[in-house]
């Protein structure tokens, strides 16, 4: 990033600042950045016509212009080659990692937490595999010290086509794992190049595709859920259910905040 030089004011710092965020955009940033110095350039003269010394005339004008990386954000970038694409696809598979590492690890926990709910009311109806007196020999170990509860909550399967021995802290580190993934990816976008639009993926294209992608993963899970609550299959279907839940949940949010980036940009140009 542009350091500052001494005796530069707010608007040139600024301009300079908003010069490194334009990196790959081209014509559209030049464009932007001429706006914006012009903007800003007009606003300090009212500033100063108003009685407001030079220092608190740029200050004002640019707290109304907006922050940078918003600015910034506005401009799409261009095509440009390999590397710009390679970079791009960067970020984006770094934010695809920490969305499908926090949904699936997030899935097997709140699976597991939901766990003890589902088993004792399968219990209660003796649904867990339609057998009846589900906590009497032999449906549970002779272990008298074991609880029928714990034992047939052991038995869940807390993720997808994931057997019962998986770990259990094991969907807890994934998830946060995942999750830490995407609040560094944040902090990096917001203080580093990687915010500027060269590093930026296409937003509808990429919004559609998580849309889609999860859409769909939800629609195949939810439909297995219910079979399993149909046929009986009580040991695994609340995984299919839960993880089907928040890939609908993923899919919805990455539809609304596409159909919204659509709709300002069109109202833009317009």
């Known amino acids: 990033m542009t350091a500052a030089m001494p005796g530069e004011g707010r608007v ?23 706006e914006a110095e012009s903007h800003l350039l007009a606003a300090t003269e009212d500033g100063l016509s108003q009685g407001l010394d030079a220092e608190a005339a740029e200050r004002e004008a640019v707290e109304r212009f907006g922050a940078v990386s918003g600015i910034a954000r506005q401009v799409p970038a261009t095509a440009g080659s390999v590397r710009a694409s390679m970079r791009r696809f960067f970020v984006g598979a770094w ?14 926990v709140v699976t597991w937490m939901l766990g003890w709910p589902w088993v004792r009311l399968l219990i209660a109806t003796d649904r867990f595999g339609t057998q009846p007196n589900m906590c009497d020999r032999p449906w549970v170990p ?93 040991d695994w279907a609340p995984s299919y259910l839960t993880t089907g839940l928040l890939a609908s949940v993923i899919a919805i949010v990455a539809a609304r905040r596409t159909w919204l980036r659509t709709r300002t940009t069109s109202a833009s140009m317009s």
Do not use: K
Not at 95 to 108: D, F, N, Q
């Open 12 to 34: 040139d710092q600024y301009l300079d600042e908003l010069f490194d965020r334009l990196a790959g955009t081209g014509a559209a940033g030049r464009r932007m950045l001429a």
């Open 95 to 108: 934010a695809t990692a920490g969305v499908v590492m926090t949904w699936y690890g997030l899935s097997g």
């Open 142 to 234: 002779s272990d008298p010290a074991l609880d029928c509860v714990r034992h047939y909550h052991d038995q869940l399967y807390l993720i997808p086509v994931g057997a019962d021995e998986v770990p259990r802290p094991l969907f807890a580190i994934l998830a946060a794992s995942g999750a830490l993934l995407l609040l560094a990816l944040m902090v990096v976008r917001r203080t580093t190049s990687l915010g500027t639009p060269a590093w930026t993926p296409a937003p509808t294209p990429s919004g559609l595709a998580v849309a889609t992608s999860f859409g769909l993963t939800a629609a195949v899970l939810l439909l297995y859920a219910v079979t399993g609550g149909i046929t009986s299959a009580q």
